[in-house]
Every structure is written in C-alpha cells, then in structure tokens.
C-alpha cells in the first residue's frame, strides 16, 4: 500500500492536470445534454478503465517501451489524434444535419455503451495519460513495497478524483438542462464539443 501522504502527494500532483478541459469533459458535456444524467455513469466508467488499463501496462512495462521507442509513441499519438479529430468531425456532422432530416424520421436514442467505448477510446488512445503513470507515479512508491499494489492504489486515487470532478461537471449541466435542452443550444454545445475534440486531436498531433 501507499503512505496516505503520498497519496494526498499524488493526487495534488494530477489535480491541474484533471481540471484541464479534455476529451472526458467534452464527452460528457454534450452526452448529459442530449441524453440526461444517466449518460454521465457510462462516460465516467470509459474514462476509469481507461486509467486502470494505463495502469496495467505501467505494471506490465508496456507503457515504458512505447515512451522509449519513439517510433511506438509516434504510432499510439497518431491513432489517438485521429480519434479524436474523426470523433469531433463526426460530432460537428451531427450537430449540422438539415432540419428535415431529423425531423422526417425519429432519432434513435442516445446509447450508453457507445458513450462508455468512446470515453474509453478517448483516454486509453491518450499518450499524455499514459506519460502520467510512467512520470509521476514513479515519484511517489516505494522500492521496498509491492509495486503492483502501490500503482493500484494511485490509479484507484486517480479514478476517483476524475470520477468525482466528472460527477460535479454532470450537477452544473443538470442545473441548466432546461437551457441546454433547447434545439440552438444542443446545437451549439455539440458544435463546441466538435471543435474541442478536433483542438485536442490536433494538439496531440503536434504535441
């Protein structure tokens, strides 16, 4: 187990890096709008797996050869740039349909697993969370301990701090759903999230 200190040490650590607007926030932010509350659940449970199967490579030491092979790290940057730019694309196409279009025939409702794969998707195909079990964990276990229960129990910190930043995130949009809801804003909150994705895509690109 890990010292509580370092834990608390920890997690200080990826608190900005939490806060900071991500694909995580982008998807939930227009899944809450168009699907309610209930689709918050799926995308916060993609966003924690995807932290634990980062932490399973960090245990496994895969994480460490695609960061030492530069060839490897470019691969897995440019899979998860173009997610995320083709999420953002499709999201903006969506988002822009002609009126009669959607108005001919009833939009299918909005799926929780799809939700769930593409928070997935979005963290896992994420270089930069992989960068943070590979850089700052290091910085807080201890040689003499058993690392695979030390890298547990960060990551278990580490979801439940972007669990609980993502549930206040799905309390603030619930507030003005009624607001939300209409027909301009669901389109221009779609439109946002599309060029947030497409944004963090390309930074991930050029990163």
Not at 83 to 101: D, E, Q, V
Not at 169 to 186: A, F, G, M, Y
């Amino acid at each position: 187990m890990v010292p509580p200190l370092a834990v608390l040490g920890f997690l200080a650590a990826v608190l900005p890096l939490v806060a900071t607007p991500g694909a995580s926030l982008a998807l939930l932010v227009r899944r809450v709008t168009e699907g309610g509350r209930g689709q918050a659940l799926p995308v916060i449970l993609g966003t924690v797996t995807g932290l634990y199967v980062h932490a399973a490579l960090a245990v496994a030491g895969l994480s460490a050869l695609v960061m030492h092979s530069s060839q490897a790290f470019t691969v897995v940057k440019a899979v998860g740039a173009a997610y995320l730019i083709g999420l953002g694309i499709w999201t903006w196409h969506s988002a822009t349909a002609p009126a009669r279009a959607r108005t001919r025939r009833p939009r299918p409702p909005v799926r929780s697993d799809s939700a769930y794969v593409q928070a997935l998707l979005a963290n896992v195909l994420n270089p930069k969370a992989a960068s943070i079990y590979l850089t700052l964990v290091p910085q807080f276990i201890e040689a003499d301990r058993s690392f695979d229960g030390q890298i547990l129990t960060l990551a278990t910190a580490h979801a439940l701090l972007i669990g609980l930043w993502l549930l206040v995130w799905t309390v603030l949009v619930q507030r003005i759903s009624r607001t939300l809801h209409r027909p301009r804003v669901k389109r221009a909150v779609a439109r946002g999230t599309a060029v947030v994705l497409v944004a963090l895509g390309l930074r991930a690109a050029t990163a």
